[in-house]
């Protein structure tokens, strides 16, 4: 069973467009983070958020910590073909981290 | 290097061998991590270890399973007469645990193991 759970698990989309990914849990979490992971590449940080409520944007990419901090969100405004990856959620137990089981974000040219 | 390194990046094995993976983590780096990742899932958490304490052992899926790291620095990952549900990719990642636990991990490449 995940402790985070993510949706969707695919998502294909035109040059462009805008997307969301959503990444759940039943638990608190002190902090989130979310990693985007290329193809034979392992994961790179792209964000942690610590704050209910908390926003936080990079570029075109947006990302929110719920107010009771179990849930995130990423956003990503005028995809481009570059945005394509495996975005993974990842919350702090202890020194470990725990992942969703990602989604798969392809954006078409 | 900069970055953490992992090799090899392939390794393709007959059931039933042994294989070793090995793990070069960022210099200066005191905490290294193992994951694996299989196909359409996360990452599931396999080891850690931190300076000179026992090393956190509770993800490591069965006793055919060990690490070690040597000197504080390269860890290598061994399995021992290896079965098809060990096909995966498996992550080392270090990290520098700084004090207030906003720790960022950062990971290698990854070893793509297939096993026959």
């Known amino acids: 069973t995940q402790l985070l759970e993510q949706s969707p698990q695919f998502l294909s989309i035109q040059e462009g467009e805008n997307l969301t990914v959503y990444c759940n849990s039943s638990?608190?979490?002190?902090?989130l983070q979310w990693y985007r992971q290329e193809p034979g590449e392992g994961p790179v940080l792209l964000v942690t958020?610590?704050?209910?409520?908390e926003v936080k944007k990079l570029k075109r990419l947006t990302f929110q910590f719920g107010d009771a901090r179990k849930d995130s969100s990423l956003h990503i405004t005028a995809a481009q073909p570059g945005d394509t990856g495996l975005y993974l959620c990842?919350?702090?137990?202890?020194?470990?981290?725990?992942f969703g089981a990602g989604t798969t974000v392809t954006v078409r040219a | 290097g900069a970055g953490v390194s992992q090799s090899p990046s392939n390794k393709v094995t007959e059931k039933g061998k042994d294989v070793e993976l090995r793990c070069d983590p960022i210099?200066?780096?005191?905490?290294l991590y193992w994951y694996r990742q299989s196909l359409g899932q996360g990452l599931e958490f396999l080891i850690y270890?931190?300076?000179?304490?026992?090393?956190?052992k509770s993800g490591l899926p069965s006793d055919r399973f060990s690490a070690e790291r040597t000197g504080g620095s390269v860890s290598t990952l061994t399995i021992q007469r290896t079965q098809q549900e060990d096909s995966a990719v498996y992550l080392c990642?270090?990290?520098?645990?700084?004090?207030?636990?906003?720790?960022?991990?950062?990971f290698g490449p990854g070893t793509r193991l297939t096993v026959l």
């Open positions: 638990s608190v979490f002190s902090s």
């Open positions: 270890f931190q300076g000179n304490s026992a090393p956190d």
């Open positions: 210099s200066g780096h005191t905490a």
């Open positions: 990842a919350g702090p137990l202890g020194y470990k981290l725990s």
């Open positions: 990642a270090s990290s520098a645990l700084l004090a207030g636990g906003r720790d960022t991990q950062y």
């Open positions: 958020v610590v704050t209910g409520g």
